[in-house]
């Protein structure tokens, strides 16, 4: 145990490398995308420690060449998965047990470690297997994994400092215990961070994990796994297993010691993983914690006052970067009639100033693949719808070309109905639709946004009208977790901009926040009377 109220260190936003001709950091993550990209990595799971092989393996491509293979993964049977809960919940023995400081102690080397020696590993990795420019993969895989890290150490500390008000004679203090049993960490493709930190939050405060990282990120998950045991993260704390997602997680949720479950990915997913943790309930030991952060249909509404190079900005790097594949990517917009034409205009001269989507080893790129074939054929059949429909139009973009990468060029989509189908149903790639209002309906499209999606993730307005700002605000309170004044409604900052929404966009429990931390602890009141009562009468009994 320590002996100390233990200040740990300030936690700062880690800075943005540029990447910029001739850097020593281009250099570098240019030689480890070559090493990577020529080798055939054999990635095994890991469970207590051990490096598990089935030889059952599915092979890893990049999505901008699917024809070359860059290693391979072990996929676990129901023995694997077994075995990684019972690794997990011997571990929890002596890991929750472990002095607080201790733990943030791994996890703040983890932190030094991307930062350092691994910052080109772990940013080439997400280039070659989640198609990422070396800009996106830097925000993600080194700053912001370096930012979960760093910040939840921080509020780590201050949840345990939170202490109850005493008494004379009494003393009052609260004890914030892991969870009793076992996590279960399901993390996606598109945020190399994300899948760090799902479940590195909930293994910070204590608890034990199994997490199944998507079939997609496994080349970068390997990164993560490497950091955390140089990092000297204990055997069998976090588990990793690959595979067939319904027997893991049938098995898992199964267990009476399930006890959480920390998920990114999609929404019908989540309802129903919730649905069965429902059926469940009466097997477990515990009320199990479900904390989920799905999809999106996030807006940018613009008001007829906003500057139309500053919306046109707004558009091109919200619905295109990375492809469009960010839960909180730009995918509906709302403009106003008066400087509509002007803006798509500045658009179009955007995507006209692109290079065609290629690989993200030539940094020149600014849009690159989409994750796999059933993505690209999902968006290539609503472009084909939209080049049919009556009441929608492709003004920019509508090229797909699946032959070498699965490439779809960034395309508007703009349409006179406010219901079309791509103005509701999240796409998840690079085709943002466009609806024109007139000026004078300003509020009316306002009331249209709020009821228009299922989803309540993201949202920005842009405008120079105070009045219209307090407005937008006021009436979208409840379709957007993270709510974007005269900005893009993506890049949250962890520490600054905490994640998530609600609705059917997750349980908005705020990642990049003390508040996703609580979720993964149980806490225990104590109190101690110091001199205790000897007489059982009141002095109301005379």
Not at 217 to 223: M, N, T
Not at 305 to 314: E, L, M
Not at 329 to 336: F, K, M
Not at 478 to 504: L, M, S
Request: proline share 6%; charged share 20%; glycine share 6%.
């Amino acid at each position: 145990m320590g002996k100390g109220f233990f200040q740990v260190p300030t936690a700062i936003n880690e800075p943005v490398n540029e990447y910029a001709p001739g850097s020593p950091e281009r250099e570098a993550v240019l030689k480890q995308y070559k090493e990577y990209f020529n080798g055939n990595a054999d990635i095994p799971m890991y469970i207590n420690g051990k490096e598990v092989r089935t030889n059952q393996t599915r092979k890893i491509a990049p999505p901008h060449d699917h024809q070359h293979q860059v290693g391979q993964y072990h996929l676990a049977s129901q023995k694997e998965v077994d075995q990684a809960v019972s690794t997990a919940l011997e571990a929890r023995k002596k890991w929750a047990a472990l002095s607080w400081e201790q733990r943030a102690a791994i996890f703040l080397r983890a932190a030094d470690l991307i930062a350092g020696p691994y910052r080109a590993k772990i940013n080439a990795a997400t280039m070659i297997a989640q198609s990422k420019t070396i800009h996106q993969a830097e925000i993600d895989a080194a700053c912001e994994l370096i930012d979960f890290l760093r910040f939840n150490v921080e509020f780590m500390s201050q949840i345990y400092q939170e202490q109850p008000e005493s008494a004379e004679g009494i003393w009052n203090r609260v004890e914030y215990r892991p969870l009793e049993g076992f996590v279960y960490a399901i993390t996606p493709f598109n945020f190399t961070a994300i899948a760090g930190n799902l479940p590195a939050s909930a293994a910070m405060m204590g608890n034990v994990v199994v997490w199944k990282p998507s079939d997609h990120q496994i080349f970068s998950a390997q990164v993560i796994i490497e950091v955390f045991r140089e990092a000297g993260l204990p055997d069998g704390v976090i588990n990793v297993v690959f595979g067939d997602p319904v027997m893991i997680t049938n098995t898992l949720l199964a267990h009476p010691d399930f006890s959480g479950l920390h998920f990114t990915g999609s929404t019908q997913i989540f309802q129903s993983l919730w649905k069965q943790i429902g059926n469940n309930i009466h097997n477990y030991k515990t009320y199990p914690r479900i904390v989920g952060e799905t999809g999106g249909k996030d807006f940018i509404i613009a008001h007829p006052s906003a500057v139309p190079q500053q919306v046109a900005t707004a558009i091109t790097r919200g619905a295109f970067e990375f492809q469009g594949q960010k839960c909180s990517a730009a995918s509906r917009v709302y403009l106003p009639k008066s400087s509509a034409e002007t803006i798509l205009e500045l658009v179009k001269k955007d995507i006209e100033s692109l290079k065609k989507p290629g690989s993200p080893e030539d940094m020149t790129h600014f849009v690159t693949a989409v994750i796999h074939e059933g993505s690209f054929d999902k968006l290539a059949s609503y472009i084909d719808r939209a080049k049919e429909h009556p009441s929608a139009e492709i003004i920019a973009g509508g090229s797909y070309d699946k032959s070498k990468g699965y490439f779809v060029d960034p395309t508007v989509i703009l349409t006179t109905d406010p219901h079309y189908e791509t103005m509701e149903t999240e796409l998840f790639g690079p085709v943002v639709t466009v609806y024109v209002y007139e000026d004078k309906n300003w509020s009316s499209t306002l009331e249209l946004i709020d009821q228009t999606s299922i989803y309540a993730l993201t949202g920005a307005v842009i405008s120079r009208d105070r009045y219209a700002i307090e407005e937008a605000t006021r009436v979208l309170e409840n379709c957007a977790g993270n709510f974007y004044i005269n900005d893009k409604p993506t890049g949250a900052v962890v520490g600054q901009q905490p994640f998530g929404g609600a609705r059917a966009s997750g349980t908005n429990d705020k990642a990049g926040s003390a508040q996703n931390l609580m979720r993964w602890v149980s806490p225990r009141l104590i109190k101690e009377t110091f001199v205790s009562p000897e007489d059982y009468r009141y002095p109301f009994l005379g």
